[in-house]
Nanobody, 120 residues
Framework: QVQLVESGGTLVEPGGSLILSCEAP????????IAWLRQAPGKEREGVSC????????TYADSVKGRFTMSRDKAKKMVYLKMTGLLPDDAGIYYC?????????????WGQGTQVTVSS
């Protein structure tokens, strides 16, 4: 069973920054696309960013382009999401997930999530 463990979520003021981490101890990151998803209260889960298995260039949702940066460290089996210029609409539970392809809507597996709250 794939284990993905997210961390780093907390309360942050609007305009602030945060780095989320995802640990994937039993996973070979070369084999999967890895994504960050989020779900706000009362809203559907949405994709935030994704790194394909084949290269290191992430894709981003339009709502976070220019503000969020996704990266991964294959050797450490870690994935990161650096978030800047946070907005109240960025609040929600953030999940790390694996997919066969970034374009696939349904993840193969995801973690328990980490809560991000954006409020003054």
């Amino acid at each position: 069973q794939v284990q993905l463990v997210e961390s780093g979520g907390t309360l942050v003021e609007p305009g602030g920054s945060l780095i989320l981490s995802c640990e994937a101890p039993g996973l070979t990151l070369d084999y999967y696309a890895i994504a960050w998803l989020r779900q706000a209260p009362g809203k559907e889960r949405e994709g935030v960013s994704c790194i394909p298995s084949s290269d290191e260039t992430p894709t981003y949702a339009d709502s976070v382009k220019g503000r969020f940066t996704m990266s991964r460290d294959k050797a450490k089996k870690m994935v990161y999401l650096k978030m800047t210029g946070l907005l109240p609409d960025d609040a929600g539970i953030y999940y790390c997930a694996i997919k066969n392809l970034c374009s696939w809507p349904t993840p193969l597996s995801w973690g328990q999530g980490t809560q991000v709250t954006v409020s003054s």
